[in-house]
């Protein structure tokens, strides 16, 4: 994340793992689809919301 | 206690006398023995010999600390101890070296003449090479496991030759203490790969793997507490020789102004979190110890640029110096971006040259290890092309190499 | 030295915009801002001859600077200088390729330009100097345009206070220490209180600006990339493991997801396994489906574009990064995610 930052990226949604950017092998496959689900909605709202520099979508901005 | 190798070649027994150490090829095929192998050779080379190395897997300094190792190597051939105190007996200028295939080892090359030479720590030493080949039965783990118990319980075997013959050397060691005595105090930060199959580092024996940093005594690292276990990358490799000849430890020794205060262990993990929580625990570890600066050395490739870099910045967040040795992959003409993952407000880096920049090696006469490059499809002992990446520790990260990109200090 | 100096079409007086499809020539003598800059040389150096060449010609014909170097080789030059090229972006990147391609050809070479200028990241670790914004500063950015050369035609480094910008080539050597000594001995540096002493300098990236954001998801048009070496089963098209050289497209049409079995991952910088049990994990094509289905997303669109992101070379990657946001506008995509690992 600190890459994405660094290079300029101005959306970034942080995720879990190198190998597994929209997964999560310690979950269920259940809770591992929910929380890809999680990842796509923080996506489509970073994409809505207007920025003007690197600015990382974790979840904490109540949508 | 310090017994310098100045000669070495295979025998029927196991000796050492005025610096020539001879192999008892017999004594150290049974030690190798094992039904993970079809078969075991063993071959010879010294400094100057016209002699390719191919398919590095990793070297052992011989050291031993009495009859049947007297505790060398904890956990893989003594008990699984603190290791560290006494006396060690070295010989320093031989390693054992193993060359060959294991999954994902990426081929390392060692020329023991040329201008590779003064690229490679063991081009300086009289080397055992171990070749080997799988028995059918056995799986590439299997392998792994008993070249690793093979190879330590053979370096303690050679040094153990001389144990009665009065040192070149003696080096008092100390350990690093609580001492106040002025001096700025310097800790070295060791992180290790943590990736399991073929891709992990042993302490006393044991991964690091899922654990959190850890402090022991560099003295440890003499006695062998830190055995390598991963075979990717060759020109950034930290063989078990290098743990156990520590360059930045060695320095420290070396400097006057400066006081070698720990040695703080840390797992490399792959996922993020775990990164920032281990590079933000060892920052905290050194704060409570004490320190005024740290130095930070690394394995592996790109990915592990981020437990180096993000210990620096965090180091500098707790007031604490830090330095990172770092190896550069900056392209083919050298233009890219140095480092893949930069630090966000540190800067004090040293850097052990391009991974990419490419060097031309003669045709050699012999080789060992392996018969044919297969990066390159060609036989080892033709004049090769290679990335400084293929060259085993070249580039150093644990800071053996003079290989850098850095502009000459005036 | 003989030099051949390298200018575009507007600044060789022979047309604006309307000639900038013209091809590669060479003239004799020095043309243009040339003339001022032969004087500035001086005795020693002479401009034998100015190479032009339309900018448009130029940004769309790879090989010209090559070509034009080795025209300039056949004529006598032993040295080649381009610009000042300013702002000029298709100016800038051709001055900056003939100064690459010189350099390959063994020559030593020269290009000025501004530090805006497009063409910095193009000369493959040939020297650049500054040059002004605008022509308005031909004069000053001639005299630092002629200083540099001589001291280039003399064989000598150009620092910065030359006004030397752009990337400089890390080059490999032996230092007197090994890199442990040097470590120890930065300590110390730093200790004494020097913030700034270290041997790697880091790298500043261009910033991007940010676009606009969409008014709502569930109308958009949406595209999934990834650079996690998301191929399909096989890896048709031999898409590398580290350093690619290229990207690959596929179709998502008619998939719900990514099946374990129809797609991987050969990207060699990570563990795969987790990735190949599950390919949604690189490439979120189930719940992006979903959300499709829903209303949530607009429409999905019907292919995926991707890459392997290790040890990619940034001049690649930026190539990569423009070659998608050209074809993904061409078939209007409002959004993007791009899947990192």
């Known amino acids: 994340m600190s890459i994405a930052k660094r290079v300029g990226a101005p959306r970034i949604v942080p995720t879990r793992g190198i190998p597994y950017p929209t997964g999560d092998p310690s979950l269920g496959p259940e809770q591992e689809r929910a929380w890809r689900r999680e990842l796509l909605e923080r996506a489509l709202h970073a994409v809505m919301t207007s920025v003007s520099e690197p600015t990382v979508f974790d979840g904490d901005q109540g949508q | 206690m310090v017994h310098e190798v100045h000669e070495l070649g295979l025998g029927e027994h196991t000796s050492y006398a005025a610096g020539r150490l001879t192999v008892g090829e017999e004594s150290v095929l049974d030690l190798l023995r094992d039904p993970a192998f079809a078969d075991v050779r063993l071959g010879c080379t010294s400094p100057g010999d016209r002699v390719r190395i191919v398919g590095v897997l990793d070297a052992v300094q011989p050291c031993s600390k009495g009859p049947g190792g007297g505790g060398v190597f904890p956990g893989l051939l003594g008990p699984a101890l603190p290791v560290g105190r006494g006396s060690t007996h070295v010989l320093r200028g031989a390693a054992v070296l193993v ?312 | 030295m003989r030099i051949v100096h390298y200018v575009n079409q507007f600044f060789a007086g022979i047309g604006g915009e309307d000639s900038a499809g013209m091809g590669p020539e060479l003239r004799d003598g020095a043309i243009g801002p040339g003339r001022r800059l032969a004087t500035l040389l001086g005795d020693e150096h002479e401009i034998i001859a100015t190479a032009i060449c339309g900018d448009d010609y130029a940004a769309g014909h790879a090989e010209f600077a090559a070509q034009l170097v080795a025209q300039a080789r056949e004529r006598g030059a032993e040295m080649i200088v381009a610009g000042p090229a300013f702002t000029s972006g298709r100016y800038g990147m051709a001055c900056a390729r003939i100064a690459a391609a010189a350099t390959e050809a063994g020559m030593p070479a020269l290009a000025s330009m501004h530090p805006d200028n497009a063409g910095l990241g193009e000369a493959a670790g040939a020297p650049l100097v500054q040059s002004g914004l605008i022509a308005r500063f031909m004069k000053d950015s001639l005299d630092r345009f002629a200083a540099a050369a001589r001291k280039i035609a003399a064989g000598e480094e150009l620092t910065a206070q030359d006004g030397r910008i752009g990337p400089v080539a890390r080059i490999n050597r032996l230092a007197q220490r090994n890199a442990a000594e040097r470590a120890v001995a930065l300590v110390l540096t730093r200790l004494g209180g ?41 890896n048709p098209d031999r898409l590398e493991s580290a350093r690619a050289t290229k990207w690959v497209r596929h179709s998502l049409e008619g998939l719900d997801s990514a099946e374990a079995g129809s797609f991987e991952s050969v990207h060699g910088g990570f563990s795969t396994q987790w990735a190949n049990a599950d390919p949604n994990r690189i490439l979120p094509l189930d719940v992006a489906r979903e959300m499709e289905r829903e209303g949530a997303i607009g429409r999905l669109y019907g292919e995926y574009l991707g890459t392997t992101g290790n040890g990619t070379t940034v001049a690649d990657a930026r190539r990569f990064g423009m070659e998608w946001a050209a074809e993904l506008r061409q078939a209007k995509i409002q959004a993007v995610i791009l899947t990192a690992t």
């Open chain 2, 99 to 410: 060359a060959g295939y294991l999954p994902r080892a990426q081929e390392a090359v060692i020329d023991m003449s040329g201008p590779a030479a003064p690229l490679s720590p063991l081009a300086a030493t009289h080397n055992l090479v171990v070749e080997f080949a799988k028995a059918d039965e056995a799986t590439w783990e299997d392998v792994d496991v008993a070249l690793r118990r093979g190879l330590v319980r053979v370096a303690a075997h050679l040094a153990e030759a001389a144990l009665e013959t009065e040192p070149d050397a003696v080096e008092q060691l100390d350990e690093p203490g609580a001492t106040a005595n002025g001096k700025p105090r310097v800790g070295v930060i060791l992180n290790l790969q943590t990736q399991g199959k073929f891709k992990d580092v042993f302490v006393y024996g044991r991964s690091l793997s899922g654990g959190l940093p850890t402090v022991i005594s560099p003295c440890e690292l003499d006695d062998g507490a830190v055995v390598s276990g991963q075979y990717g990358h060759p020109s950034l490799k930290n063989p078990t020789y290098l743990h156990q000849t520590h360059p930045v430890v060695a320095a420290l020794r070396a400097s006057d102004e400066l006081e070698l205060a720990a040695l703080v262990l840390c797992p490399e993990p792959v996922d993020q979190a775990n990164k920032e929580l281990i590079s933000a625990h060892a920052a905290r570890l050194c704060k409570g110890l004490g320190l005024d600066a740290a130095i930070a050395t690394k394995e592996g490739g790109g990915n592990a640029d981020a437990d180096v870099t993000l210990k620096l910045d965090l180091l500098e967040d707790e007031g604490i110096t830090a330095i990172g040795i770092l190896a550069e992959m900056a392209g083919r003409d050298g233009t890219g971006p140095p480092l893949v993952v930069v630090p966000s407000h540190a800067t004090a880096m040293v850097s052990t040259g391009n991974y990419d920049e490419r060097m031309t090696l003669p045709a050699c006469e012999r080789t060992l290890g392996r018969e044919r490059i297969a990066l390159l499809d060609q036989p080892s002992t033709d004049e090769i092309e290679l990335p400084v990446a293929a060259i085993y520790c070249a580039q150093s990260t644990l800071g053996w190499g003079r290989l850098t990109c850095a502009e000459p200090v005036a």
């Open chain 3, 194 to 234: 020097d913030r700034d002493a270290g041997e790697i300098p880091l790298p500043d990236f261009d910033s991007v600006t940010p676009a606009a954001p969409i008014a709502d998801a569930a109308e958009a048009f949406l595209a999934l990339v990834t650079e996690g070496g998301f191929v399909p089963a096989g």
